[in-house]
């Protein structure tokens, strides 16, 4: 069940992304707190050809790097707590 809800909150994160009247896939997308790269590959999927993502925690860096695979989609870990931090 939590895997169903989860992909409609990802779909619903994409569509209200790639339908905004100023987004073009060729400018790229940042992604704080990027998990373990599901919105990463529905990007990539969608057409997105730059992506960097970050997270706090190496693991899930590591589990998005495996899941997503591609030059134009780069992973960083980093303290996503505070806007200083980044």
Known sequence: M???IELGIVTAIIENITT???F???DGVLEIDCGTGE???ALKD???SKYHGVSNSSEKV???KSNVKGNSRRFHVADTSSADAL
Do not use: Y
């Open 2 to 4: 939590n895997d169903l």
């Open 24 to 26: 073009n896939p060729a």
């Open 46 to 48: 969608a057409g997105v």
């Open 62 to 64: 590591a589990a998005a």
């Open 39 to 41: 919105i990463a590959a």
């Open 20 to 22: 905004r009247e100023d």
